[in-house]
């Protein structure tokens, strides 16, 4: 692998005249963690369904773990991706989907139950592991996603919202699963409305407005933009960043008008 496990350059999405992702580009470095955040809407999905292969850009160009994005039979067997609603077939039971999903990925199937019975118990959900995914709340579901999404060690795994419908406890098995996964020289894409996580575990934070990287740097820098002296946390400073720039196009939009 590369010393950048995902690059980007310019890379635009467009459906019909809105854009969803403007000029993007990016630098992320294997075996680290990037932090994406942005309002709802700014297009951190798109994005991350572009760098996963699922949706062709528009425009630009991207490669993820040394390959281009469209080399998808490329990409695939070194990525890992958690949406934020995960795939998952109601009528099979837990460890009936992660062994389906170790056979696509041609894991052996020793090394699969292995793989399977550690992360299940990780996840505290061996017990419930034989029942069928229909009765699984959505925390249970969402960690069944997190377990098949890294479940081939892939070099760069893209999580969207992976703590969404967690209890704290299993929210703290996932930060620090991600923490591990990163130790592991495993790349962490992570796409979180709770900041806190992205304070804690990212090496490097990019904050996406309306389509645009409007800012990036290493949590503490993206805090210490305040006035000196003054205590900031990165919900602080994320608010300030989308204000600014949400002003900015404002700005923008009203000088075009006239």
């Known amino acids: 692998m590369t010393d950048l496990a995902i690059e980007t350059r310019a890379l635009t999405k ?13 630098s992320i470095t294997s075996g680290s963690v990037y ?6 809407g700014a297009g951190k999905t798109t994005t991350m369904r572009m760098l996963t292969t699922l949706t062709k850009p528009t425009s630009g160009t991207a490669s993820v773990a040394g390959r281009s994005i469209e080399d998808r039979d490329a990409v695939t067997p ?11 077939y109601d009528e099979l039971t837990g460890r009936e989907q992660l062994e389906y999903i170790a056979g696509l990925r041609d894991i052996p199937e020793d090394k699969a139950d292995r793989r399977i019975g550690s992360m299940l118990d990780r996840f505290d959900l061996a017990e419930d592991a034989d ?4 009765a699984y709340s959505k925390g249970m579901r969402q960690k069944i996603g997190v377990i098949q999404a890294v479940l081939h060690e892939p070099d760069v795994v893209f999580l969207d ?4 419908g967690l209890d704290p ?7 620090d699963t991600i923490a591990e996964l990163a130790e592991r020289e495993m790349t962490v894409f992570l796409s979180t409305h709770i900041l806190p996580v992205v304070d804690e575990l990212a090496d490097t934070v990019g904050v996406l407005h309306d389509g645009r990287l409007v800012a990036e740097g290493t949590p503490d820098g993206l805090k210490n933009r305040a006035e000196a002296g003054e205590e900031r946390s990165l919900e602080d400073a994320f608010l300030d960043i989308t204000h600014d720039h949400g002003d900015e196009r404002l700005n923008e939009e009203s ?3 006239v």
């Open 35 to 40: 932090g994406f955040l942005g309002p709802n």
């Open 169 to 175: 406890r299993a929210a703290r098995t996932m930060r």
């Open 78 to 88: 070194h990525i890992g991706y958690l949406p934020e609603e995960p795939p998952l």
């Open 161 to 164: 919202e992976p703590t969404s």
């Open 255 to 257: 000088t075009t008008t």
């Open 14 to 26: 467009r459906y019909g005249d809105a854009v969803a992702v403007e000029d993007l580009t990016l």
């Open 131 to 134: 029942k069928r995914i229909d």
